[in-house]
């Protein structure tokens, strides 16, 4: 690694260069690259008896005609844009609040609020959810205590539980963008915009949310991906009747052994989620180096 | 808006009480996971029965507690193991990239960045299955052609490292690259000008600069891996990681013990929050 | 009365917890002119400034603008308008939206604004900017933009935050002037806060020399150059030489310093400030106020050795040790190019006169500039 940081003779040179890209190289053809054209390949054959395939559309042939498929495909991706759009109405504010109102100590703490529940798995976060909105939960039992509800109430297992915990478990991906980007709005041009006569909403509009636009899209970004891709949250509170994408490319894969028809579900998927990566990024002008980097 | 700007106390107020009630959204699943860890009942759940520690070191059926149930405990060693070997790979891995996109020039640069990147951008669950049916496309290649079954390519505790170390090595790539993006060259030149081999300058000098990085980029490795679910799902052979077997319990229905689990990880994963923003912290001064 | 006045403070005090920024000052700005506000860094100008934009509120006392208090007022109702310390153009909007920003906010009618847009531009002198981003202007176009949008909305007072800070000194230099013409042309009182001594005397009509929340002397450049009523201003005003020594004997005119080398120089006594045998004192002398070869009337003589020749162009100085008692000092040479064979080494005479020493207490504060 040492050769690289500056220029010696050619033939050292490649070598030591070619030593050091061999790590990514492997780590991105074995592992990303190949893979993803394996299962591509995959989706697109047909098992005709034991050990033997042919080139075939029938995987993809099967998701279009069969509603359960693309419904739960379609529902998915509808699902996830809404909990984006949420996660964000309901961050930002708070991101705002902690990059532009707080000063000094405070403001680190807050942050650091934000981010200590995100380092506990995903599972323990969802399973809190459970023990607070199912039927014996803590929530049914302080409405009937409050006189809300005459009945222990089953918040459980409905859309609106799947997007209470999709919402909660994205919201970090939001919040860190969005108060990075904020933070390095200069306070001066707030002040430029009240001094010229704008007002809350005025400056808002016109100067913090477009400063903002970058750290929106990629919060955006990164929040819808994770929402479509998830499959914990949805399993655990949406119950049964969840018709969550991934829970039919598991139970292609593992359930039924379907592979075939599990890849083209897979390849779907990641076909939906690019798409929708690439016109954010395409609409907010921002690359996907930007992005994430 | 901001401090300077006067505004009314009835919109700060509402303001502060927003706040506040985001915050209790964000606490509250937590809290009641740790509190019922403590619920003297066969099920998180309500009503309170009162305190009890059984689910941490109760030993009779059905009050087993976290410390001595052995599968529990078993698959947080199998956690462990996984997340271990995913920190140590991701973290040379992700060094020698940060080397690799900070400090030389070659062809194709700007596009290896860009795929390197596209794993956080892949679903877990796709990266798993993908990988999946890679791994087991060169078994069957290599078990028809030579007649050799290699088990570690089945799903199991090897596929389960790899597929988090596909994902995992981007993020320690891009933590260690920032870090190293700061670093002044002009450093390392000067330990070169002070009778430094390249090799010492890159150990005395650009390395323990780096040492903060390697040190966060090592610990968020190791929790992503501790508490990744849809790839390990994907992967998982007989030996069961904790998520995979918290999950399953967590479909049966389960005692408080997972209350008591939970609460531990909490701890012991807030602990490592907070140490590595320190690490990350000192490193800026 | 009150009316004559744009902008007026009347005995302003600013604190924060127990640090007192700004620390009861009255002012009164007259219509049209070019007011400085001079100060070193944390001496609370920036604290006043933001007070009269309205950006914080006063602890006690009370702003006028035109006459009426505008405490309580709020930033976007107050009519004044800032050019930031580092400009705050907004970079999501092209020049001409950036001007035309108030405007708006005023809800006038897009002909009437793109109208008073483009003859802003063209009173700065870039009428063709309008569809420019931000970041293509350099930065004195910059400048100009920031005035212009704050100039578009016709303000009683413009304020002005240091502006010229991050320019580089080139055109620094170019903007001074270039801002004294535009003032003078457009007549809107401008309120300009600097750290820059030569800023300030170079634009202003007034200048408020500022130490520690307090104002140390309002006077016309000329003023506080040749007659500085305090040892900060003196110091921080222009260059001088800075000796500190104890009063000898002395008449109403002038009194005789003793310095600690042993070297003694008359200085001037300003009427107004008492002076008695035996205080400690700093004085000052201007090192173009200091002739070689001893000018006729000097009072004040020595001979002295050469140590060092500073050449800078028309600013050349001589670094000199009195030949008797050590004491350094700096003396300019003269613009005409007179004295350019000096060298380290050699031995002049040097004198100045009483008039050209000005003597205060040692007691007081200051800062050297």
Known sequence: MNKSASITTGGTFRFGLLLLAMPLLLWLFLLVILPHVDLFLVSMRERISYGKYEFSLINYIEFFAEPLYWNTYVRTAVMSIFATALTLIIGFPVSYYIAKVMRGKGKNVLFLMCLIPFWVSELVRTFGWMILLRESGVISNFLQWAGLADGPVEMLYNDAAIMVGLVYTSMLFMVVPLVSVLDSLDDSLIEAGYDLGGNTFTVTRDIVIPHAMPGIASGCIVVFMLTLGNYLTPNLLGGKDSLWFTEQIYTQFITRFNWESGSAFGFLLLILSSVIVWVGLKLSKQTLSETVG | MIPSIPQPKFYKGLYSTYIALFFVYLSAPLIVVGVFAFNDSLFPSMPWEGGTLAWFFGNEDPYIGIFNDTKLLESVGVSAFVAFWVTVLSVTVGTCNAFLFERSKFPGKNLLYIVSLSPLVIPGVILGISILVFSNAIANGIEEAIGWDLEFLRPGLFLVIIGQFAFVTTITTLVISARLRKFDVSLEEAALNLGATRRAALWTITIPFLKPALIGAGIVAFLMSFENFNTTLMLVGSDAPLTIAMFDRLKQGSTPVLNALSLLLMVVSGGLALLSVFVQRDSKN | ?369
Not at chain 3, 33 to 47: A, E, N, Q, R
Not at chain 3, 70 to 79: A, D, F
Not at chain 3, 210 to 230: C, H, I, S, W
């Open chain 3, 1 to 369: 009365m009150a009316d004559q006045f744009d902008l007026e403070c009347r005995n302003v005090v600013k604190t924060f917890d127990d640090f007192t920024a700004v620390n009861d000052i009255s002012l009164a700005i007259p219509k049209g002119s070019f007011f400085s506000i001079l100060g070193p860094s944390g001496c609370g100008k920036t604290t006043l400034l933001r007070m009269l934009a309205g950006f914080q509120a006063p602890t006690s006392g009370d702003i006028l603008i035109k006459g009426s208090s505008v405490l309580g007022v709020p930033p976007n109702r107050r009519p004044v308008n800032m050019v930031f310390q580092h400009l705050a153009l907004f970079p999501m909007m092209n020049v001409a939206e950036n001007v035309a920003y108030g405007l708006k906010r005023r809800g006038i009618d897009k002909q009437t604004i793109a109208k008073k847009v483009n003859e802003t531009l063209a009173r700065v002198g870039l009428p063709d900017a309008g569809p420019k981003q931000v970041n293509q202007l350099s930065g004195g176009q910059k400048q100009r933009i920031a005035i212009a949008r704050c100039l578009v909305l016709d303000p009683a007072v413009l304020l002005l935050d240091e502006p010229l800070g991050a320019l580089d000194l080139k055109l620094r230099e170019h903007m001074k002037v270039e801002l004294k013409q535009l003032q003078h042309e457009i007549g809107t009182t401008f309120v300009y806060i600097t750290h820059d001594q030569s800023e300030a005397l170079v634009m202003s009509d007034q200048v408020a020399v500022m130490n520690a929340g307090r104002f140390e002397q309002v006077g016309a450049p000329q003023d506080l150059y040749y007659n500085p009523k305090t040892a900060f201003v003196a110091g921080f005003v222009g260059e001088s030489n800075r000796w500190t020594g104890t009063i000898g004997s002395g008449d109403d005119n002038k009194v005789e310093v003793i310095l600690p080398t042993g070297g003694k120089v008359l200085a001037k006594r300003d009427a107004h400030m008492p002076l008695v045998e035996g205080q400690n004192v700093e004085i000052f002398v201007r090192p173009e106020a200091i002739a070689i070869d001893g000018a006729s009337g000097a009072e004040n003589t020595i001979s002295a050795k050469v140590e060092n020749v500073l050449f800078n162009g028309a600013a050349s100085s001589l670094q000199v040790r009195d030949v008797a008692t050590g004491q350094e000092m700096t003396v300019a040479l003269p613009q005409t190019g007179a004295y350019a064979s000096v060298r380290a080494g050699d031995e002049i005479t040097l004198g100045w006169t009483v008039e050209n020493t000005r003597c205060f207490a040692a007691n007081q504060s200051g800062a050297g500039a």
